[in-house]
């Protein structure tokens, strides 16, 4: 579950400044870990997010850094020199953050919705250096949000291109539900470059409220070993009552 630090997104019910209180209803529903969602890490106490997800027991499980596409216009593809440039620095940020806590950095939208593949190719590159311990994961999105990287052969591409160990992919199951042929081919084809699992219905709604093959999709993840983070990323819908009941309906949703 995504819990924002900074700025709202449509994907949590929280608004940023209670992000405490969140933590501590996103465990009491029953969450093993939460995804957060930081527009600028250099603007938050490191020591006290730490603090809090002790206080609650969660693990951080990932860190998204898309707002920083979204309400700043980064972008790790831009052939503007200085965005580019504070899109790898931002993505460093993020490294720092998670470093402590083993968790994945996510590269989403920040990768650009538009851009140079070569110059994205680059900048990876020089991301994935400045810390090879901590992950990155980059997320093949539908071609309605981006025309850079919309499949996970395309991202497995990349990915060889780049030569880094510590950069993998995202599986998201919206964005698939678009994109792939079949769940279970691009599961097994991402092995074990599959960093981080997000999980979200056809029509982007809490899953178990559309009409994926969830089943599939974690059998797929059993059969390659996947031992990462299942983190939903869905809309509010049907209701956000729904998010919370869903790890009560897990099993029932994702092994049918």
């Not at 510590?166 to 599959?194: C, K, P, Q, W, Y």
Request: with cysteine; proline share 7%; glycine share 8%.
């Amino acid at each position: 579950m995504i819990v924002p630090l900074q700025d709202p997104t449509p994907f949590s019910p929280f608004p940023p400044e209670g992000w405490r209180a969140a933590l501590m209803r996103v465990a009491e529903a029953g969450f093993e870990a939460v995804e957060l969602a930081v527009t600028d890490p250099a603007e938050i106490d490191h020591d006290q997010v730490a603090e809090a997800l002790r206080e609650v027991g969660l693990r951080l499980s990932s860190l998204t850094t898309g707002q920083a596409a979204g309400k700043q216009g980064l972008s790790l593809a831009s052939s503007d020199d200085e965005l580019r440039a504070r899109a790898i620095r931002r993505i460093q940020d993020h490294v720092r953050l998670a470093r402590p806590h083993g968790a994945v950095v996510i590269v989403g939208l920040l990768r650009g919705a538009d851009g140079e593949p070569e110059l994205l190719m680059e900048s990876l590159q020089e991301c994935t250096r400045f810390d090879p311990g901590v992950k990155l994961a980059l997320e093949p999105l539908n071609r309605y949000e981006s025309r850079l990287i919309n499949t996970v052969a395309e991202a497995l591409e990349v990915v060889e291109r780049v030569g880094a160990d510590n950069l993998g992919i995202l599986f998201d199951t919206f964005h698939a539900s678009i994109e792939e042929r079949d769940f279970r081919e691009a599961v097994r084809a991402a092995g074990d470059r599959l960093f981080h699992v997000h999980l979200a219905d056809s029509n982007r709604w809490v899953p178990g409220h559309g009409h994926l093959p969830f089943p599939q999709v974690v059998g797929a993840l059993a059969g390659i070993g996947y031992r990462g983070a299942l983190v939903v990323e869905s809309l509010l819908k049907p209701s956000p009552s729904a998010l919370f009941e869903f790890p009560k309906l897990a099993t029932q949703v994702l092994a049918g």
